[in-house]
């Protein structure tokens, strides 16, 4: 699998189990957490720096004022003297203990993660069905409109409206032909497709797909250049009325408040897919929505990246604008809940303590590999 | 020791010895590359990603029409696969392996690397002499006053001219005491003194620091705030006259330039430091220096951080302004050659082929060890 940038089949993540002293329902709590698919596993850094920060900590000092974990003191206590800046791996490696602790907490309150966040940061709002997307429509060598066709048409079948292909990967005119085609099996409903550049394009290429693209009033165009060149998407923004989106490569509060500042984006328009499983986790997705609210960009303007079960409790609990769903691809971490159903677009949160991890079989054996024996 | 921000007694960093098979003068060529201080050891992203993808690649693809290894080709190789955006550790990972490839490039040439460098990229030019001063001026819990003009007339003995200090880690009082300490030992000559807050200031106090050093005339005044934090750069600079120094905390071109577009840098004031040991390497150095040439800057506006003879290899070879040094301190990866003269702040560039780390004998030994038996 690829996409116009890079080739999938090395991809590798890390996975944490938190084991802690709390019992619930005669069960011990334990957290789990994961990477997102694309940064790749971060064992030397998690073994190295971060986990050895935590366990070296007294533990009083990583609990709030009721003894529970607190996701902010893990986070500042695994990342002591880190310098500031460079956010890459570290930041994705902090992100998959920090998926673990936000999981843990859940579990030791005995609330399903969307509902804690909505108890917590939402006034106790939430949003029973969450918009889902999948995250998927990539090349096919030799049937490229064959292969892509059906991969759409098995999302339609599964229940989604809104589907995302790949462009960048091919020539212009070949990517037209395959955008068509799917506009095909999609009635022709132009918002219901996104389309995925993957930070490919430089500033001409970017606005020669801008051009051809506008007229078919696209869910949105994502990730057009690179997730630093903000003066490309400013100049890319100001010669395209179309939607853009943005985020998955920003690994950082810093690196999307940037991205607002200079990047030219449209707070009532564009959409940020920052992902709580790649950049320092939930806990710095949080604050970065936060920190995005006085700039102008709502809750709905947020569709986290990753296709994992974090981003829907996340978009549920605090009534984001949906999130990415990964019902074919990046197995087994990828994807909700077995069977889960989606219908037009939308599905169901899940009414179990913690992130869910619980509902999903081929994760949950592999996670309970790790406290066995 | 620490700085205003992080505590260095747990750094750690990462070796690398590559072994060619040309042979000069009957030895073996072997390319030494380390990761600069900082930024922790990578053992776990060089192991599992860098090296293998240039193991697996055919030799060929990797070398110039010489036949010499090709660092932008090793780069292009040892990151592909890796998504754009995220430079972090990965940054550094790949800076360890670029800097032990141009050695053994320029081992295998029989030239210093600042000769390489003269002859491929600055028409034979070079400055025989590089001016260093000295990264330092730390907190001495207890004897602020006294272990800190202890240090620093250590560098003026030692032949330093321009000095620098840390602040932010105390009060702004107590810091001016500090600073004023220092000035009586420099003769009260403000332009021979830098100091650095590592990022630490908000606007607020990066502000109050302003008012209150201004009046000095400092060499410049370092990473006075979070260097992803554009914004405040570009208000403290509307409000200081002095000049300012960033970059070591920029680990990729995409980061520096933004700084240079949107952080009110000012071009014939402010010093750039981005680290050839950090940031993808001296590959990714050498590119962004051309790339913010249109903006404005001048190679004289470079001053490498890290105080490796990597850095006064560069400043040398490109006729950069000159580079950090650390006679005291990182060892025994900072510093430049063992017994090297400093004169007024001036050293002279070494003769030997590569970097010179066979001068440096520590480091040396360390090396060796890596590639027998």
Known sequence: MRNAVIDFSKMTTSIVALVTDQVRNGETVIGYGFGSNGRYAQGGILRERLIPRI?????????????????????????????????????????????????????????????LLSDKFNNGKFDEEVLVYPGGGYYYDGREIDGLCEEMQRYLDLGYRIV??????????KDMARIEAVLKILGDKGENLAVDANGKFGLAEALEYAKEIEPLG??????????????????????????????????????????????????????????????????????????????????????????????????????????????????????????????????????????GIELKSEIFSLFSSLTQG
């Open 164 to 173: 995302k292909m790949k462009i960048g990967g091919a020539s212009l005119s």
């Open 218 to 355: 696209l869910a949105w165009y994502e990730e057009p250049g690179d997730p630093l060149d903000y003066e490309l998407h400013r100049k890319l923004i100001s010669q395209y009325d179309g939607a853009v989106a943005i985020g998955e490569n920003s690994l950082s509060h810093q690196d999307v408040v940037n991205f607002a500042l200079y990047g030219g984006l449209r707070p009532n328009l564009d959409w940020i897919q920052m992902d709580p499983a790649l950049g320092y986790g939930l806990t710095e997705y949080l604050h970065t929505i936060n920190i995005l609210k006085p700039l102008g960009w709502a809750k709905k303007r947020h569709v986290p990246h990753g296709g994992h079960q974090l981003g829907m409790n996340v978009a549920a609990g605090l009534q984001l604008g949906g999130t990415e769903s990964y019902p074919l691809v990046f197995k087994p971490f990828g994807g909700l809940a077995d069977n889960v159903l989606i219908e037009n677009g939308l599905t169901k949160v899940p009414e179990v303590p913690g992130i």
């Open 55 to 115: 366990l070296e900590t007294p533990p009083k000092e990583l609990l709030d004022d009721r003894d529970i974990l607190d996701p902010l003191k893990v986070q500042t206590t695994m990342l002591a003297n880190e310098k500031p800046g460079g956010h890459g791996d570290r930041a994705v490696a902090a992100a998959v203990i920090d998926m673990a602790v936000w999981d843990a907490v859940a579990k030791i309150e005995e609330k399903p993660l969307w509902r």
